[in-house]
C-alpha cells in the first residue's frame, strides 16, 4: 500500500468512524457528506465529536483556501466548539507550502498536531503489565471513568468529557473499551471500534499522574487484542497525538500522514 492510499485511509477512517461516534451522541448530530469537507458534528460539549475534515485528494492551493473559509463558516454556526482535522498528505505541493497562511486567513487558530498511523499488525499476544489489571467497559460507571480520564488527559472540563460519553450503549456494547486499573484505581483506558474491514484505535488517555510508566501501552495493546480476537481484523488505524506517537510504533504501526487540528480564532 503507497503513502498516498494509507492517507487517504487515515482520512476515511475517521470520516467513518466519526459518523459513528457523532450520530451516537445525537440521533440529529450535523452528519454530511459536502464536496471536498466531511461534517461529524454532533455539538456536544466534548469537543472531540464536533468534527470537520477535508476530503479532496491532491487539493491545490486554491481549493484549499475556499474549502477552508468553508468549514469555518460550518464552525461558526455551532453552538459548541470543535475541531477541523487537516490530513497533510492530501494536499499538493503548493497547498502543502500554503495551508498555514490560508487556515489564518479563513479565521481558524492552530489547535496540535497529530499523525496518522496505520498497520497489518493483528492479532497481537494478549499484553499483561505488572502494575494492571484490565476491565471491559460495560458499565455506566465504568464509561464515566473511561470520560474523565480523557478529560484529565485532554484538558478538558470533566463535565464536558462526560456529555461525550454519558450512557452510552455503544460504548458498552460495539466499542472494545478497556480501562486499566492500579488496584482499582482506573489509570488509562483505550478502545478499539470495527471500521470497514478495519480496528480503528480511538481515545487512548492515561491519567497525567501516572504517565510514563507503559500503562498507556498495555491497554491499548489489551483493546487491540480483544478487538481482533471478537471481529477477526487484522489491520489497524490511528490518529496519533504527539505525546502517543513514540509509543504506537513499538506495537507494530506505521506514520503515514501529519494531521494538523485547526478551532475558531478567539
Sequence with gaps: ?????????????????????????????????????????????????????????????????????????????KEHPGFLWLFEDLLDDGARATFRTAAEQAGLQYAFPGTGMAGDLLPIPDPSHPDLTFARVTTDEQLLAYADLNSCAYGFPLEDGRDGLAGSALWKNEVYAYLALRGDVPVACAATVGVRGRLFVILVATDPQWQRRGYGEAVTRKALYEGARATGLTRATLHATVAGAPVYPRIGFKPNTPIHFYGLQG
Excluded: Y
Aim: charged letters at 25%; glycine letters at 4%.
Design 1 to 77: 500500500m503507497t503513502r498516498p492510499t494509507e492517507s487517504v485511509e487515515s482520512m476515511e477512517q475517521l470520516a467513518e468512524s466519526w459518523r459513528v461516534m457523532a450520530l451516537d451522541r445525537d440521533a440529529d448530530a450535523d452528519v454530511r457528506d459536502l464536496p471536498g469537507i466531511a461534517v461529524r458534528w454532533a455539538d456536544c460539549r466534548f469537543a472531540f465529536w464536533n468534527c470537520l475534515t477535508l476530503t479532496d485528494v491532491d487539493a491545490g492551493a486554491e481549493l484549499v483556501g475556499q474549502r477552508l473559509h468553508q468549514a469555518a463558516a460550518i464552525m461558526r454556526s
